[in-house]
Nanobody
Framework: QLQLVESGGGLVQPGGSLRLSCAASGSIWGYYSLPWFAQAPGRGGGGVGCITKGGVPTYVNSVKGRFPIARDNAENTAYLLMNSLQPEDTAVYYC????????????????WGKGTLVTVSS
């Protein structure tokens, strides 16, 4: 069993930055690949990126170069580093965990956090 808790969201002006954290407890953290998702108000959700259990990140094109993903297995924490934020980035951001041992490209999602709201507005 794995519990995920996101933090770090808030209100930021366009062009600003935030660092979201995803803290995990309850299982062998290092064996899980960790995707990030965004659910925008009134719009559909979608993937932002993913970091493998080995620490290799992948990104959707819309955030490539702006939202680096990192993880610290010693601290059981993953990070979404959000730069050059724009109003269209406003969303609830969720971290999740793939099934044990799966890579980012494999299907399925076993665990979800409850999300943290990022609002980009002047």
């Amino acid at each position: 069993q794995l519990q995920l808790v996101e933090s770090g969201g808030g209100l930021v002006q366009p062009g600003g930055s935030l660092r979201l954290s995803c803290a995990a407890s309850g299982s062998i953290w290092g064996y899980y690949s960790l995707p990030w998702f965004a659910q925008a108000p009134g719009r559909g959700g979608g993937g932002v990126g993913c970091i493998t259990k080995g620490g290799v990140p992948t990104y959707v094109n819309s955030v490539k170069g702006r939202f680096p993903i990192a993880r610290d297995n010693a601290e059981n924490t993953a990070y979404l580093l959000m730069n050059s934020l724009q109003p269209e980035d406003t969303a609830v951001y969720y971290c999740a965990a793939k099934p044990f041992g799966h890579s980012c490209s494999e299907g399925g999602m076993n665990y979800w956090g409850k999300g943290t709201l990022v609002t980009v507005s002047s």
